[in-house]
């Protein structure tokens, strides 16, 4: 019988080790290893392979509902990774809303080396279908986007990707494998930033991808070992140790969000508010199907972003938080608050951050695992300082 998903995050890829049977397993903190013989060996040398980056492979690969995974230095290298199974002249279909590092690494990196992209609203099945072109080879989708909460509907791109044979790559970083599994879904690739949930404590950075076409993932590997872009033992063992709780942390954070979310609603004081837990939302009977628990429970995450009505009232409120420092990244135990006009998603420009609807005034937050009642008196101080 398969194990629950709170088991496998704790067991999978962490037996005792044979030596000495110490359940915390050893950090292999080595650049090579002794060969027995010529071509005789497990490993010789960690960019190729490390038992303790190894390890937490085969737990995030397990959790994804994968057969194998591939972990890399950070995020972007693992989006770089993705992006590097292409070849010139390729055509890709992006979520218009993503990642700032994501336009970037396409826009001034990528498509000086023969790619092309159309960077669309993946939300609409039709427009997707749409944008298919004779060279399309590929469909990237964050569900939900950063930073403005918007789903896809991944078992509906799915069926679109496979009717025109297009490898489907989901940035699954916000809701973690906990509250939703891409590739049970229809996805073949699943894609994280695992300096974000996975790790949860802000302390590393990491990335990493899940699939389960073994052809695929030995591609992925390959490009792993000959790019070098790696993270350490010591990296891959903190992230596999603050991965055991994952589940618990993500029930914390899916709390607490929903209470603020409820919260800064109920204020009058935005004008938007950004959460697919909220009723309001337009996308929330997507995210009450396709964000569920391992156990069928509907999940709607720690993130949501807010939008006042000026850049100045945005800064007050900004300010006026005690609880939540301004900084980049997102997903740790701690609550952050960001401004992703002039942080997260700088690097595209106002123009496109306009119509997408990153205004000025809009602000993204983080939502810890601290005690809900300190984080509604923070949101109560803070709103006080807006007019």
């Known amino acids: 019988m398969k194990k629950k998903f709170e088991t496998r995050a704790i067991h999978v890829g962490q037996k005792p080790e044979e030596l000495y049977g110490s359940v915390s397993l050893p950090i292999y903190q080595t650049s090579t290893f002794k060969q027995e013989e010529f071509g005789e060996y497990t490993y ?3 960019r190729a392979g490390n038992p303790t980056r190894n390890a937490l492979e ?5 959790l994804e509902g994968g057969a194998d995974a591939a ?4 995020g972007m290298a693992a989006m ?34 023969g790619l092309s992209s159309s960077w669309i609203d993946t939300s609409d099945s039709e427009l997707v279908q749409a944008t298919v072109a004779s060279n399309t080879k590929m469909i990237v989708i964050e569900s939900p986007t950063n930073p403005m909460m918007q789903l896809t509907d991944i078992e509906a791109v799915s069926q679109i990707s496979k009717k025109n044979n297009l490898l489907l790559v989901v940035d699954n970083t916000f809701m973690s494998p906990y509250y939703q599994r891409p590739l049970s879904l229809g996805a073949d690739l699943v894609m994280h930033s695992t300096t974000k949930y996975i790790n949860g404590h802000s302390d590393v950075i990491g990335g990493v991808v899940i699939g389960s076409d073994s052809e695929i993932m030995d591609r992925l590997h390959f490009i792993q070992m000959s790019v070098g ?11 596999q140790r603050a991965l055991k709780t994952l589940a618990v942390r993500m029930e914390s954070h899916n709390h607490n969000a929903m209470r603020l979310a409820e919260k800064l ?19 929330f009977e997507l995210a009450t199907r396709q964000q569920l628990n391992p156990h069928g429970k509907p999940g709607y995450g720690g993130m949501l972003s807010v ?34 006009a002039t942080m997260t998603h700088a690097s595209i420009p106002k123009e496109i951050r306009v119509e997408l609807g990153i205004t000025d005034g809009l602000i993204r937050l983080s939502v810890g695992i601290e005690h809900v009642d300190d984080l509604l008196m923070d949101i109560n101080n803070a709103l006080s300082k807006v007019v």
């Open 229 to 239: 872009a790696v993270p350490g033992p010591f990296d891959c063992w903190l992230t």
């Open 265 to 283: 609603e109920d204020s009058g004081k935005f004008k938007n508010i950004y959460y697919p837990g909220l009723p309001s939302h337009p996308q």
């Open 307 to 340: 939008e006042l009505n000026s850049v100045e009232n945005a800064r007050q409120f900004v300010k006026g938080l005690e609880i939540f420092p301004l900084a980049e990244s997102l997903g740790g135990v701690e609550s952050l608050v960001c401004h992703p």
């Open 58 to 62: 085969k737990t995030i690969a397990s």
């Open 80 to 113: 770089s990774a993705i992006f590097t199974l292409l070849k010139q002249g390729d055509h890709l279909i992006l979520s218009g809303n993503v990642y700032g590092g994501t336009y970037r690494l396409l826009t001034q990196i990528m498509e000086d080396m």
């Open 71 to 74: 972990m890399f230095a950070s």
């Open 44 to 46: 010789d040398y960690s």
